[in-house]
């Protein structure tokens, strides 16, 4: 089946308008709708268990894939490199108490060159990528969040990318032995198994977002803070 005729099923059809249907309840009722939530989060997890089944792994999409993790894997180096040098700037400024945080986030353009380049598809987009609401928990960091401190070492490029100092291949329950050479990313394993993206709404992404931040204390007086146990009955002087 063409990626036209998949997303033209009946089934997928039908999920994708429910959960627009619901977030525009959502958007209209203008307050906190805990079960339009939960709703949503469990109709992306049908969306992606209808979709994932067509996936077969052509040379095309062999192809797409290849560019995905490629992309993707210089978007997290991108963002290593740009934490490293806000480590150093914080070194730099005297912080001493401080924690750099790093987050990756696929765009939240709807991609361009995917397929599918209907208002449905852009709709359902918004709603996975997190632009209106957080629907994906495990996505709510983006991928593969980088944490540290500023006396910390930054992880090697490797025990990043691949949670290894060797390069690896995260290609579990990915036709394994036809994407044994391809060397694929944790990253994409994390979005792959974890989250409620399907195969065919990452295909096709080639940008990123990156997000940085520094968190940091200082105490104008001193930093020894009473040390008050609670379990010791020595207040009745």
């Keep these: ?41 469990h109709l992306l997890k049908v969306r ?17 894939l290849s560019a995905f993790n490629y992309n993707l894997i210089n978007a997290q180096l991108n963002m290593r490199k ?12 005297g912080l001493y108490e401080a924690e750099f945080i790093g987050k990756l986030f696929m765009s939240y353009k709807y991609s361009e060159i995917h397929p599918i380049q209907s208002i449905r598809a852009k709709r359902i987009w918004n709603v996975m990528n997190g632009s209106y609401d957080n ?16 006396e910390e070492n930054m992880p090697s490029e490797n025990n990043y990318i691949y949670l290894s100092e060797d390069v690896d291949n995260w290609n579990e329950g990915l036709y394994k032995e036809k994407t044994a050479d391809m060397n694929i990313c944790f990253a994409f394993h994390y ?41 010791v009955c020595d207040f009745y002087d």
């Design 1 to 41: 089946m063409t990626i036209q005729e998949i997303f033209n099923t009946p089934a997928v059809k039908s999920v994708e308008r429910e959960i627009i249907d619901v977030m525009r309840e959502i958007w209209r009722s203008h307050a906190n709708n805990d079960w339009g939530k939960v709703t949503i989060q």
């Design 82 to 93: 740009q934490l490293l040098n806000m480590q150093q700037l914080g070194k730099n400024a």
């Design 135 to 150: 629907f994906m928990p495990l996505y709510e960091s983006g991928v593969n969040e980088l944490h540290v401190h500023i």
């Design 191 to 231: 979005l792959y198994a974890n989250t409620e993206f399907s195969i065919f709404d990452l295909l096709w992404v080639r940008d990123f977002s990156i997000e940085l931040s520094c968190e940091s204390t200082h105490c104008t007086g001193s930093s020894n803070w009473d040390k008050i146990d609670w379990g």
């Design 48 to 64: 992606k268990d209808i979709l994932n089944p067509f996936f077969v792994l052509t040379d095309e999409y062999k192809e797409l």
